[in-house]
C-alpha cells in the first residue's frame, strides 16, 4: 500500500530565510504521481505542483523549487527567502496509476510558520 | 478555480440524523472525491466516483455513501452521523493537463455533530 510521510509536524523560521520541506513517499508501482499542496489559515487547498515517477528533473517557480529524488523516495520542497505570506499547511500527496486519477494518498502535513 | 462548489459550508448536527453534504461542478470532469480532513491525518480519501452512477470505497468509506446521478453533482451521506464524523469535509475534482490528472478542491465543508 501507499504511504507518504512528513515528518516535520511544524517549522518555524524567520523572514527571509530558506526551508525545505521533506517528504518522503513508499509505493510499489512503477507510474507514480507525486503531488504538494498548501493550506493557508483560510482554510482552501491550493495546488502547487504534479510531478510523475517518470520525470525527475528538478523543477523551479519562483521561489519555490523542487526536489524529486527517486533513488531515495523523496520528493522536497525548498522555500527560498520565506516571506510570511508562505505560512500555511503543506500536504505532499501520492497517487498511483490511473494517470493521476486515483485517490490521493495525504501525508500529515507540515505546518510552516514564517516570522515576520 | 476549477468550478468547484460544496453546500452547506458549515453545519451542527447531532448524533444518529442523516447529514447529506453536496459538491457541485461546473466543467463536466469525470472524476469526484471525497474527503475528510482530521487534526494529525492530513486528508483521507472517503469515496470517489468515476462517472455517473459509477462509485468507489476510499480509505476511510464505513459510515458513509455517495451517490452521482448527473455528471455534476456528487452527494456524501452520512446515514446515521456520529461524533466521529466531526470533520472538515473536501470535495476534488480531477482536471486533466496534457496526459496527466491532478486533482483540484471545493472550498470545504465543516460539519459539527454533537
Known amino acids: 500500500a501507499q504511504k507518504v510521510t512528513q515528518a516535520q509536524t511544524e517549522i518555524s523560521v524567520v523572514e527571509k530565510e530558506d526551508v525545505t520541506l521533506d517528504c518522503v513517499y513508499e509505493?510499489?508501482?512503477?507510474?507514480?504521481?507525486l503531488f504538494w499542496y498548501k493550506q493557508p489559515p483560510s482554510g482552501e487547498l491550493v495546488f502547487l505542483i504534479r510531478?510523475?515517477?517518470?520525470?525527475?528533473q528538478n523543477e523551479i517557480s519562483g521561489r519555490y523549487s523542487w526536489n524529486f529524488q527517486k533513488s531515495t523516495s523523496s520528493f522536497n520542497f525548498t522555500i527560498t527567502a520565506s516571506q510570511v505570506v508562505d505560512s500555511a499547511v503543506y500536504f505532499c500527496?501520492?497517487?498511483?496509476?490511473?494517470?493521476?486519477?486515483?485517490?490521493?494518498?495525504f501525508g500529515k502535513g507540515t505546518h510552516l510558520i514564517i516570522q515576520p | 478555480d476549477a468550478g468547484i462548489t460544496q453546500s452547506p459550508r458549515h453545519k451542527v448536527t447531532e448524533t444518529g440524523t442523516p447529514v447529506t453534504l453536496r459538491c457541485h461542478q461546473t466543467?463536466?470532469?469525470?472524476?469526484m472525491y471525497w474527503y475528510r480532513q482530521d487534526p494529525g491525518h492530513g486528508l483521507r480519501l472517503i469515496h470517489y466516483?468515476?462517472?455517473?452512477?459509477?462509485?468507489d470505497k476510499g480509505e476511510v468509506s464505513d459510515g458513509y455513501s455517495v451517490s452521482r446521478s448527473k455528471t455534476e453533482d456528487f452527494l456524501l451521506t452520512l446515514e446515521s452521523a456520529t461524533s466521529s464524523q466531526t470533520s472538515v469535509y473536501f470535495c476534488?475534482?480531477?482536471?486533466?493537463?496534457?496526459?496527466?490528472?491532478?486533482?483540484?478542491f471545493g472550498p470545504g465543508t465543516r460539519l459539527l455533530v454533537l
Open positions: 476534488a475534482i480531477s482536471a486533466r493537463q496534457e496526459v496527466q490528472e491532478t486533482q483540484y
Open positions: 509505493t510499489r508501482d512503477t507510474t507514480y504521481y
Open positions: 510531478r510523475n515517477s517518470f520525470d525527475e
Open positions: 500527496a501520492l497517487s498511483e496509476g490511473g494517470g493521476g486519477a486515483d485517490g490521493l494518498t
Open positions: 466543467e463536466n470532469h469525470r472524476y
Open positions: 466516483s468515476y462517472g455517473v452512477k459509477d462509485t
